[in-house]
């Protein structure tokens, strides 16, 4: 996908880049560790991939996660841009009748305008993850400085809206990670979080197409990116409606993005 500018409109996942140290290998992306980014290894810092659920102030690896902590048949929901006042209440209601936990990817200008609503995602048990404060899908061409702004007032935004709750994961905006981004997200406890499975529910292309896109890329892997903001999210709202209990019909599990 090309990336656009703005926020909800996401492109291609940026492979790690050259020069630093391979973290793990592996066949398969369903069933592959912590530090393996669709099926290849992921590059890393050397250090060894954090082994399932860690505190979030503990360092984390910073090879992109995909991965489920439910195992190979395990399904990561992920929700994009929020919180949104309109939206966000909607997908929480979707996920509260059907018992899913998902992950927000909130924007820290958002979160801050919305504390209500980050803090109503915590206490339904989601998790939170960072991502970033202006959705500038180009980050991974600015100076590290500019991606430590953008990084970690997001993170800052997101824990004080939530009432003290950090962000566990860290999405770079289009996938536009560097190796840098990667470990200043890791120094903080955020594991950086991929993406499998992209309903391109942002194209507004109707639910029947969400929910075939879905089914037709599931094979990639188990984590799926949905938008709760960014737009008219309606069509997002009713494909969570069908495409939740064909998930469980087909004997998946919903869990979160190993750390």
């Known amino acids: 996908m090309a990336r656009h500018g703005g926020r909800g409109w996401y492109g291609r996942v940026v492979a790690a880049a050259v020069g630093v140290t391979a973290v793990a290998a592996a066949t398969s992306v369903w069933t592959a560790q912590a530090g393996v980014v669709d099926g290849q290894a992921a590059k890393g810092s050397g250090r060894p991939a954090a082994a399932g659920a860690a505190p979030v102030r503990a360092t984390v690896s910073e ?8 195992g190979a048949h395990g399904v990561n929901i992920t929700i994009d841009d929020g919180p949104d006042p309109t939206w966000t209440p909607q997908v929480l209601q979707v996920l509260k009748e059907y018992g899913v936990k998902a992950t927000f990817c909130m924007i820290g200008p958002e979160a801050e305008a919305h504390p209500d609503l980050v803090k109503a995602v915590v206490a339904a048990g989601h998790r939170l993850c960072d991502h970033t404060v202006s959705h500038d899908t180009a980050m991974d061409k600015k100076s590290e400085a500019y991606q430590s702004r953008e990084i970690l007032d997001a993170a800052r935004m997101i824990t004080k809206a939530s009432g003290g709750v950090r962000p ?5 905006p289009g996938g536009a990670f560097t190796p840098y981004s990667r470990h200043l997200a890791a120094s903080q406890g955020m594991r950086p979080l991929g993406w499998n499975v992209d309903s391109k529910d942002f194209e507004l292309p109707g639910t029947d197409a969400i929910f075939a ?20 999210r309606s069509e997002t709202v009713a494909a969570l409606r069908e495409i939740l209990p064909w998930l469980k019909q087909q004997g998946y599990s919903f869990g979160f993005p190993v750390r």
């Open 63 to 70: 090879a992109i996660v995909h991965a489920s902590d439910q």
């Open 168 to 172: 566990q994961y860290y999405r770079a």
């Open 213 to 232: 896109t879905v089914k037709s890329e599931l094979p990639n892997g188990p984590t799926v990116l949905f938008h709760d903001a960014g737009g008219d």
